[in-house]
């Protein structure tokens, strides 16, 4: 997307800065804080930027990759990892399938189920299920985000919201050593929050490289989580956080060994 002459300079601001202010930005362009809310969101839209409360972020290395270099990333981890989530789903269960790449992973090894109803706010997903016979595919309304297809909003946490299901299935773009559960998009963020909320057993995917990153927005902890299936934990603090919390932990690297 072309950016408009003010939308560069908030660009070149952020990277200066390392975030921008809405207020401050509004005050400094003469323009009013809905402007350059819009502004920002056009950033955000394209990852040039992070949205958080009141401003935005300025993201850097792995944060801005585009979606098919994270598909990539991790992808035989992401593949095994997908495969033992679809183990812990039964015939004719519910679930919530969440945005990413490992999400996705998850439900591609669901094609050989029987009589799932599956509640997605990731178009990719919708699109791969939806054409056999035995799933029942239900897809949020909401913000698409063109750089993934993921669906986000106020009008997806409410659409989210209207159900009970069996299990969730959510990622994480970073697991903090505490267990805090994190991620660069807050309207992201608050779609994983809803699905969280309204699932009666919680699968948390995620591959190793996510204990290394991090990311400006919390989702939730680890504790909140029912199941957590990695290639490898390999932080002591995250075995200790599981262990106290009873979280089901599957290792598929150990796995396969």
């Known amino acids: 997307m072309p950016l408009s002459p003010r939308q560069s300079d908030i660009l070149d601001i952020a990277k200066a800065e390392g975030r921008v202010l809405v207020e401050e930005l509004a005050l400094r362009f003469g323009v009013t804080p809905q402007t350059i809310r819009k502004d920002l969101n056009d950033l955000c839209e394209e990852r040039r930027l992070t949205r958080i409360h009141g401003g935005a972020l300025f993201?850097?290395?792995?944060?801005?990759?585009?979606?098919?270099?994270?598909?990539?990333?991790?992808?035989?981890e992401k593949l095994f990892i997908g495969r033992a989530a679809a183990e812990l789903i039964p015939n004719n269960a519910s679930l919530f399938i969440n945005i990413g790449t490992t999400t996705e992973a998850v439900g591609e090894a669901l094609i050989d189920h029987r009589e799932l109803m599956v509640i997605t706010n990731n178009i990719n997903v919708a699109n791969r299920l939806r054409v056999l016979p035995t799933m029942e595919v239900v897809i949020a309304g909401g913000v698409v985000r063109r750089s993934d297809?993921?669906?986000?909003?106020?009008?997806a946490v409410d659409f989210i919201r209207q159900f009970k299901v069996d299990y969730a299935v959510i990622g994480a773009s970073a697991i903090d050593r505490d267990g805090s559960l994190l991620d660069y998009d807050y309207?992201?963020?608050?779609?994983?929050?809803?699905?969280?909320?309204?699932?009666?057993?919680?699968?948390?995917?995620a591959d190793s490289s996510k204990f290394d990153r991090t990311a400006p927005v919390r989702i939730g902890h680890l504790s909140q989580v029912h199941s957590f299936i990695t290639d490898e934990i390999t932080h002591e603090e995250i075995v200790a956080i599981c262990a106290a919390h009873s979280v089901a932990v599957v290792e598929t690297m150990t796995e396969k060994i």
């Open 187 to 205: 309207r992201e963020v608050k779609v994983a929050q809803a699905i969280i909320a309204n699932a009666r057993h919680v699968i948390l995917v």
């Open 59 to 76: 993201p850097t290395g792995v944060e801005n990759m585009r979606y098919e270099a994270r598909r990539s990333l991790a992808a035989q």
């Open 149 to 155: 297809g993921g669906i986000v909003g106020e009008a």
